[in-house]
């Protein structure tokens, strides 16, 4: 009897296992077979057959630009039956949430449902030169500085590092190197407050400048304004807008994604293609035409890993 007790119990325990095990990767299946995000373009019908045991509502109060089957319903009664083959319109492009129930009455996930605007592009495949700015000086990494005593000091170190982005000297602005050269300068080896961003975080040191032998201030930091390179047009609108570079950009020294404040877009000459391999990318190596007679754009939007210019 107690053999046949553990029998039942290992099998039970067994059969408890299985129904685990298939609930997960039904739960997987089901999650696979709706996507997080759908787009639909403004003023278009849109259909959908997901042929799932799922109802939707729409988490949000401002959604009566959008019509279910070609009916417009009221805000708090817009229901969506996944199990049914439906269609999607809205006369207002935006952003909105689904909430899915499973069985309808069962919490699922969120979509989100993009509405987004039609807009004709031409593809193209010139190469352009880009020049950015940085938002603030940043910061390539420490030096030690050889001072007018003759001794050797490093007034940044454990202060300032890699990736940093200095923003401010003595609650005074900065915006390039000059600017931060000169309040160096000024210090006259009196301690400065440097105001630095660092992770989305604002952090601030105080870092006292050494005297070297030629008579300058200098606090022992490599740093950078500016970057350029070169890449290759993507699409141009019917309103002269054009987008291009499809990564983000990072500083050659320290392989970060630099933080761009604005930047310029000019005509550039190809002088040498290195063919890409495999996990090795291609490479563009020529000159840009770096004047104003050959700039025909400026970047005006920033996106994390994302660049589009006008």
Not at 23 to 45: A, C, H, M, Q, S
Not at 270 to 287: A, D, H, S
Request: proline residues 3%; charged residues 25%.
């Amino acid at each position: 009897m107690h053999r046949k007790s553990v029998y039942r119990k290992v099998l039970i325990f067994l059969l408890c296992i299985n129904i685990v095990v298939l609930l997960f990767f039904t739960y997987k299946e089901l999650d696979n077979r709706i996507p997080d995000k759908i787009k639909i373009l403004v003023g278009e019908n849109q259909k959908f057959d997901f042929d799932l045991p799922f109802e939707g509502a729409f988490d949000s109060k401002n959604v009566d630009v959008i019509s279910v089957n070609n009916k417009t319903v009221p805000t708090n009664q817009i229901k969506l039956n996944l199990n049914k083959p439906f269609s999607l319109k809205s006369t207002k492009t935006g952003q909105y949430v689904i909430n899915l129930k499973l069985f309808g009455f069962l919490n699922f996930k969120k979509v989100e449902l993009g509405v987004i605007d039609t807009r004709e592009v031409l593809p193209s495949g010139k190469p352009i030169g880009i020049y950015v700015e940085t938002d603030g000086v940043m910061v390539l990494g420490t030096g030690v500085i050889n001072a007018v005593d003759g001794l050797n000091y490093e007034p940044a170190l454990n202060k300032l590092k890699s990736g940093d982005y200095i923003i401010a000297v003595n609650n005074k602005t900065i915006h390039n190197k000059e600017e931060l050269i000169v309040e160096i300068q000024n210090s006259n080896g009196k301690d400065i407050k440097i105001d630095v961003r660092r992770d989305e975080k604002d952090i601030q040191y105080s870092i006292s400048p050494v005297k070297t032998s030629d008579g300058e201030y200098k606090i022992g930091a490599w740093i950078r304004d500016n970057t350029q390179g070169i890449g290759t047009l993507t699409f141009v609108t019917q309103e002269g807008e054009f987008g291009a570079l499809g990564h983000g950009i990072t500083d050659i020294d320290t392989s970060l994604i630099m933080e761009i404040n604005r930047g310029y877009v000019y005509s550039a000459d190809i002088m040498t293609i290195i063919k890409g391999k495999q996990g090795v990318p291609g490479e563009l190596i020529g000159l840009i035409n770096q004047n104003d007679r050959n700039k025909i754009g400026d970047i005006t939007k920033i996106r994390i890993r994302e660049y589009s210019v006008r």
